[in-house]
């Protein structure tokens, strides 16, 4: 064969096959076309629920925009009112103490809970399993049984007390005690998930750092403080941030004990939205209430991505 044959053997080779802008364009068609359903999922179930709560918020949206369909526009008035009403100083305390509080309360009880675990000993497995029994029963469940043993007059929790002479403390119906008994409930209630995760960041830690520490004499709280807390400190991070934004919204435990009562103790941005929107059916301030709940919820998720990010790129 001739050179010339040759490279006309080869000009015809190239003009059959396939150009790679062709190629590479089947290949993004069909990346999208598996992306597509969760996409649409996300755009129907999280998107358009989130966009017309924010629309929601800035018309006057009541009982009566059901009948007739028109919900006049109001601008920043629902905002205005939300923020200049009396009731939001103190539902905004009260969901920062809530939040802190409980934050607080799980984190270190299930640290320690974690770092108890994390140690061999018989009957250790079944022992966490009956740790996660408040993560996996029904929170309407878990109120109505913290609602009977906190009552004043029939409570477990009062009788007890009594038995060391201690007068009934008046759980639920008490403004300066109620805020304390729903973080405590609520703390129980969060207990497993702190485990959960921070057992098994203790897990990941090598056996060989804590041997080596040990030939140099770093047991105990040493080992604890240069060993467990940085190697677990990405772990901390998620289990912080991820509390902090499932407390922000926390509901169904507080309509469970209080009702957002006495005298409005426990009324927080959740129970407020939840009020505005489902008992005085002001949807458009019960939308306000919320967007500015999920304004606060984007800054901590903000911070965990960054802090995550900045913690991959160490």
Excluded: C
Excluded at 48 to 55: A, E, G, M
Excluded at 97 to 102: E, H, I, Q
Excluded at 124 to 149: C, D, E, F, G, Q
Excluded at 167 to 188: F, G, H, K, R, Y
């Amino acid at each position: 064969m001739t050179q010339l044959d040759e490279a006309r053997t080869t000009k015809v080779a190239r003009a059959s096959a396939p150009p790679r802008a062709r190629r590479f364009t089947a290949e993004r068609v069909t990346q999208w076309m598996f992306l597509a359903p969760a996409i649409l999922y996300v755009v129907a179930f999280f998107g358009y629920p989130v966009v017309k709560n924010l629309i929601m918020s800035f018309q006057d949206y009541s009982t009566r925009t059901f009948f007739t369909g028109e919900a006049p526009w109001v601008g920043f008035e629902n905002y205005a009112e939300v923020l200049g009403s009396n009731l939001f100083g103190t539902t905004l305390l009260n969901t920062v103490l809530f939040t802190v509080g409980s934050i607080i309360g799980q984190f270190v009880i299930g640290l320690l809970f974690a770092l108890f675990f994390n140690n061999k000993f018989p009957l250790s497995n079944i022992m966490r399993s009956l740790l996660l029994l408040p993560w996996l029963l029904p929170v309407i469940a878990s109120t109505s049984v913290w609602k009977w043993i906190l009552d004043q007059d029939s409570g477990v929790l009062n009788q007890l007390l009594g038995t060391f002479g201690i007068a009934p403390v008046p759980w639920l119906t008490s403004p300066d005690v109620a805020l304390v008994a729903v973080v405590l409930v609520n703390i129980w209630l969060g207990i497993p998930f702190n485990v959960s995760l921070l057992y098994s960041g203790l897990q990941n830690i090598p056996e060989d750092l804590y041997e080596a520490a040990a030939l140099d004499g770093a047991t105990g709280w040493k080992a604890f403080w240069h060993i467990t807390w940085p190697s677990l400190r990405p772990v901390v991070t998620v289990v912080l941030v991820l509390g902090v934004i499932y407390t922000l919204k926390v509901l169904d435990i507080i309509l469970g004990l209080t009702g957002g009562g006495p005298a409005n103790a426990t009324q927080t941005l959740a129970t407020d939205s939840y009020f505005r929107s489902f008992r005085e059916f002001t949807f458009g301030t019960g939308a306000a209430v919320s967007n500015i709940l999920i304004l606060f919820s984007l800054v901590f998720a903000m911070f965990y991505l960054r802090a995550n990010r900045k913690q991959v790129d160490e």
